[in-house]
């Protein structure tokens, strides 16, 4: 298995978001995950986020994603409307053992973060030899 799906916050989330509106914490961010050939990819939604605020770190196979959105309004501005959520955003993934965790790959453009992250050369399908009748070996005896 290349994701252990499991965010224990998110259905708190939605939930809260549903009884409170946005007075609850951010939510999670949207993520997409799939693998193409030797690479899983997981896009994160980060609209509006400074680059330098994101923060991407493994440990024992658990990737931690950190970023921040500030609001656009200088300090002492009279702010009107204020829907569009800021502050810290998180994600936690759970990585299977298949994957190879030190050589992640990230990028962010267009409001999109994106790992790439390799399968594992130990978790790829190899081909296993059959040796036939033919090689049989023969006792000779003196």
């Known amino acids: ?27 999670a961010m949207p993520m997409d995950a799939y693998r193409a050939g030797d690479d899983f990819l997981v896009h994160f939604d980060l609209p509006g986020i400074d680059p330098e605020t ?5 440990e024992r196979n658990v990737l931690n994603v950190r970023a921040e959105r500030r609001s656009p309004a200088p300090e002492g501005a ?25 050589r992640i790959d990230a ?22 030899q059959i040796t036939g009748g033919s090689t049989s070996r023969k006792q000779i005896s003196g």
């Not at 499991?6 to 708190?12: A, I, S």
């Not at 994101?54 to 493994?58: A, G, M, N, Q, T």
């Not at 990028?107 to 296993?128: D, F, H, M």
């Open 1 to 27: 298995m290349m994701l252990m799906r499991t965010d224990p916050f998110r259905e708190f989330d939605r939930l809260a978001q549903q009884v409170l509106g946005n007075t609850a914490r951010p939510s």
């Open 54 to 58: 994101i923060e991407l770190d493994v």
């Open 78 to 102: 009279e702010v009107l409307v204020a829907e569009r959520p800021t502050g810290s955003f998180t994600r936690q993934l759970f990585l299977g053992d298949t994957l190879d965790t030190d």
């Open 107 to 128: 990028s962010y453009e267009s409001g999109v973060l994106t790992l790439r992250i390799p399968v594992a050369e130990q978790a790829k399908p190899r081909r296993i």
